[in-house]
């Protein structure tokens, strides 16, 4: 029962314990203020689409992803998807779902991540479960590929069947964006143009069909690694540029050795930052 208050604690109150106390992570919003859970939930079921940006590899945020899903679904007409699906699965994904294959016949139909079993299947079987869409929003990898070794001039001579996996086409591009410019800095030694821009096709994919799979009253929560939406940039930026009347709220994931105070370089990455101990278990 103690184990029980302590969780029920750390999850949807604000965090003022000493520092020797074992706290797996603080939610705060855009400013640096402590939030609670509470708060993040209520706001998040007022909007249109939720952004998670999440670290791949952190068990406590993907727990907290699941626990989102669940809280929500009782309160709106909930949507679910992911970058971690690349549209041209959707069938596969599709027939998991609807019970007509099993795991094992989605594993011969779905390209997964290493880590889908730990950190997504859980997700997805909720969605199987109370038998919610989830929707494949990433742009298949060959195609990002593509352009960051040819260009993205080559998007246009793939067949009208290989162009409906991925935002339509010439899709809005900025390089002066600050995810992108930072993209550039940290991979100076092997960027060149086509770098941010093979990071922008994923963006602009994923963001076109968020908006196309949106239902009216509905809320679109989508599963991002958190450099996908931070800043309000990337899929952000293009759900802006794709339906500019979508209430879009943002999460961000990050770090910290010290919980107590948001560091300065995490301040405005998103509405609600989570922040987790460097200690918390990794996936993988």
């Keep these: 029962m103690k184990t029980y208050i302590i969780l029920f604690f750390l999850v949807f109150s ?17 400013n640096g203020k402590q939030t609670t859970y509470k708060k993040l939930i209520k706001e998040a079921s007022q909007k249109d689409v939720v952004l998670f940006g999440e670290y791949h590899d952190n068990s406590i945020v993907h727990w907290l992803q699941l626990k989102m899903a669940q809280n929500l679904v009782g309160q709106r007409s909930l949507i679910l998807g992911a970058e971690m699906f690349e549209a041209d699965n959707q069938v596969g994904l ?24 730990t950190d997504y299947k859980p997700l997805v079987d909720f969605a199987k479960a109370k038998q919610l869409r989830f929707i494949a929003t990433n742009v298949p990898r060959r195609y990002a590929s593509k352009v960051f070794k040819e260009g993205v001039a080559s998007l246009g001579l793939l067949s009208a069947e290989e162009k409906k996996w991925m935002a339509p086409l010439p899709f809005p591009y900025d390089k002066n964006l600050p995810g992108y410019l930072k993209m550039m800095e940290m991979f100076e030694d092997h960027a060149n143009d086509n770098l941010p821009k093979a990071q922008a096709i994923k963006d602009a994919t994923m963001a076109y069909f968020i908006q196309l799979n949106h239902l009216p009253n509905s809320l679109f929560l989508h599963f991002n690694g958190s450099y996908h939406s931070d800043n309000f940039e990337g899929i952000n930026w293009y759900l802006n540029r794709y339906n500019s009347d979508l209430k879009v709220l943002t999460i961000s994931t990050v770090s910290q050795e010290n919980l107590s105070k948001l560091d300065k370089e995490n301040l405005g990455k998103a509405d609600y930052i989570i922040v987790t101990d460097k200690e918390i278990t990794k996936t993988f």
């Design 14 to 30: 604000p965090l003022v314990l000493p520092a020797q106390e074992a706290i797996p992570f603080v939610i705060y919003s855009k």
């Design 94 to 117: 599709n027939q998991y779902l609807s019970g007509e294959v099993d795991q094992k016949g989605m594993d011969t139909l779905v390209r997964l991540w290493n880590n889908y079993k």
